[in-house]
């Protein structure tokens, strides 16, 4: 049995095992992809909206070429840290379920072997919210040209794309599939894309759309998805937007099944949670976007790596006695 087991192994949930051992708890990390899972997915040109020193954990330095760093920058920093500060964590170890109390909980894991079980006192969910992109809910959502998650513009070489969304993610898609040679179609059912985008990418997009090389077409609602496009609802009327690939790239939404499976108390589309990030079952706490819905714009690295602190700091007074249970 460990002291503290997490779940999950990306930034914040290496945070909270680095506090873990810094504090002298036993721990275990269990992630289903490898360390940092969610940023190996992410589009493989991205740049960090935040500067490097606002995603940095644990005091180790990351050194960026540019101003912000990149995906492949921040991934390998988080893998480094993780082997220089032999955390341990179990790769490719999926969470079924989480059972149990405080002191004494079972946590039901599978791997490539099977499944088995993993006994922890305290239990810190950190599944963050890459995994659950946001869908429309339309007809023709799950055929096979229509995808969820973009990683980079080579397979969409010469062909006719549609994104739809308006924030970071669909417009920096769109600009590197059209400088990646597809023919861009960005749908938004607002007036124009958010202006939370990135700074460095809105002039770039407005550029682009005002010179025509990606179109934009705003105030649409996707009705439908067929092989040939999408039908959209704009307000002059229908409108089929021929298509061979559909991106929808419309957001996420935190991955909580298994806080909802281990019956925590919620309160809206969140779970009840103490200012130690504790949920209503007594020792099971969950850090970072995993515990904010549809809000996952309140919860990044960069204060994710504080809740880390405060729940690690609330599980070791407990091990040590020094909080008395009722």
Known sequence: MVDVLVVGAGPVGLCAALWAKRLGLSHL????GTVAETLYRFPRDMVFFSEAKNIEIGGHPLVAQGPKPTRKEALLYYQRVAER???????????????????????????RKGEGVFPARYVVVATGYFGNPNRLGVPGEDLPHVLHRYEEAAPFFGREVAVVGGSNSAVEAALDLYRGGARVTLVHRGKWVRPSVKYWLLPDFENRVKEGSIRAVMEA??????????????????????????????????????LREAGVAYQGEKPVLSPEFETS?????????????????????????????????????????LTPRP
């Open 281 to 321: 079952l007594r020792g099971l706490f969950a850090i970072g976007s995993c515990a904010y819905g549809p809000d996952t714009r309140s919860v990044f690295i960069e204060n994710g790596r504080e809740q880390a602190r405060f729940a690690l700091a609330a599980i070791a007074a407990r091990v040590r006695g």
């Open 221 to 258: 609602e996707v009705e439908a998805i067929t092989p040939e496009g999408l039908w959209l609802s704009r307000p002059e009327g229908r409108e089929f937007l021929p298509a061979d690939f559909v991106l929808v790239l419309i957001g996420y939404r935190a991955e909580d099944r298994l």
């Open 29 to 32: 990390v269990l992630e289903r």
């Open 85 to 111: 500060e032999g955390l341990s964590v179990l790769t490719y170890t999926e969470v079924l379920a989480i059972r149990g109390r405080e002191g004494d909980f079972q946590v039901l894991a599978k791997d």
